[in-house]
């Protein structure tokens, strides 16, 4: 089983800066693909970044050159830097891996979610 804990969600001021942390443990082989989503009241859970083990981000439109995702491999953490945060980015935060387990198969798995609020 693979558990992932997150931490740092808050409540900050249009402006502010945050940082979120997914740290993951458990029994598997690798971590293959890390990301963060998000879900506001009334919508859809949305992609907000993502980073591969290759290194390769992709963030959404709407918070490109604000955020930033990153990992440190020895913690097997991936963190969420936002940054000139927005009223409009206030959601619940959820951290997404996928891992490749001790039978090698691919399995997502997704965080408890850590709620963000930003204050106008």
């Known amino acids: 089983q693979v558990q992932l804990v997150e931490s740092g969600g808050g409540l900050v001021q249009a402006g502010g800066s945050l940082r979120l942390s997914c740290a993951v443990s458990?029994?598997?082989?690798?971590?293959?693909?890390m990301g963060w989503y998000r879900q506001a009241p009334g919508n859809e859970r949305e992609l907000v970044a993502s980073?591969?083990?290759?290194?390769?981000?992709n963030y959404a439109d709407s918070v490109k050159g604000r955020f930033a995702i990153s990992r440190d491999n020895a913690k097997n953490t991936v963190y969420l830097q936002m940054n000139s945060l927005k009223p409009e980015d206030t959601a619940v935060y959820y951290c997404?891996?996928?891992?490749?387990?001790?039978?090698?198969?691919?399995?997502?798995?997704w965080g408890q979610g850590t709620q963000v609020t930003v204050s106008s």
């Open positions: 997404n891996v996928e891992v490749v387990n001790r039978v090698l198969s691919r399995v997502r798995y």
């Open positions: 458990g029994s598997f082989f690798s971590i293959t693909a």
């Open positions: 980073l591969t083990s290759a290194g390769s981000t």
